[in-house]
């Protein structure tokens, strides 16, 4: 007879703290499951690095979920989203289902919209592997998905300057380029955005739809855990966040992503 609950913990990472934001939704959509994130710091950002690189640190961070016994992985980052999801899948097998943030959304899109134009804000490093573009337009031939680098926006959010007047003329300098004109939806193609979501939507006034890539992992995961039959049915544990280089500027950081203060413990996989 198959278990009626799963309280093993969900692991969760990403190349910082942005992926907090993954997270926080995920705690939301699935209240009664506990959450152990790890922000690999000592060596972000990813999209610096080589490819052999972030598998290799995918690896070592694949080996630490399994020591906690997590039931699940979600990579909470775009660019290990795009070059480790394999590496995870194949150290984990199939017992640990794996879970990125590109897919999700692109099954989304390619599934709710039919033909026209499909925009994509994110970092230098996603843009350039395009690798949204590649996932909406194999799953729907009649989508053109157009991608624009957005690396100040980073930056502006770490430094928690959002919601004001700057930030809006920022974005909107962004959101004004030629090839993001005439889009259906726009898609957060960065941890940091939904952060700026309220101030994305302020500028297309309810034109052009804003997706924000967090919740729709968040809604995927829930159903990969049911279909599996490893959701919690009982009480969560406290969630537990870990970053490989533990800083003041992460620690006071981290309610900017998560919405409340956590804390962070140290535990570099790497000494």
Same mark, same amino acid.
């Given at each position: ?93 199939? +017992?640990?289902? %794996? &879970? ?5 959304? =692109?099954? *989304?899109?390619? !599934? ?5 134009? $499909? ?87 309810? +034109?052009?739809? %804003? &997706? ?5 992992? =968040?809604? *995927?995961?829930? !159903? ?5 039959? $490893? ?41």
């Amino acid at each position: 007879m198959p278990s009626k609950s799963d309280p093993r913990p969900i692991g969760v990472f990403d190349s910082g703290i942005g992926g907090l934001t993954v997270a926080s939704a995920l705690s939301k959509v699935l209240p009664g499951e506990q959450l152990i994130y790890f922000g690999d710091t000592v060596h972000l950002p990813y999209g610096e690095k080589s490819a052999a690189a972030i598998r290799s640190y995918a690896s070592g961070i694949g080996k630490f979920f399994i020591a906690q016994n997590c039931k699940a992985v979600v990579i909470a980052c775009n660019t290990a989203s795009a070059v480790a999801t394999r590496t995870m899948t194949k150290l984990l097998t199939s +017992k640990i289902p %794996v &879970i990125n943030v590109i897919d999700p959304t =692109a099954n *989304f899109v390619a !599934a709710q919209y039919k033909t026209g134009k $499909i925009g994509v804000i994110a970092t230098k490093a996603t843009v350039n592997s395009r690798i949204y573009a590649k996932r909406i337009e194999k799953k729907n031939p009649n989508l053109k998905v157009t991608m624009l680098a957005t690396p100040l926006l980073v930056s502006m959010v770490e430094e928690g300057f959002f919601n004001n007047n700057i930030s809006q003329a920022i974005i909107n300098a962004y959101l004004e380029k030629s090839n993001l004109r005439d889009i259906q939806a726009l898609i957060l193609g960065c941890t940091h955005f939904p952060l700026i979501k309220k101030e994305v939507s302020g500028y297309y006034k309810g +034109k052009t739809r %804003v &997706i924000d890539s967090s919740e729709l992992v =968040a809604e *995927f995961t829930k !159903a990969v855990l049911a279909k599996n039959n $490893i959701l919690n049915g009982g009480k969560a544990a406290a969630h537990r966040f870990y970053v490989s280089d533990l800083t003041t500027s992460f620690t006071e950081s981290t309610h900017i992503f998560f919405g409340k203060k956590v804390k962070l413990s140290a535990k570099n996989l790497w000494d």
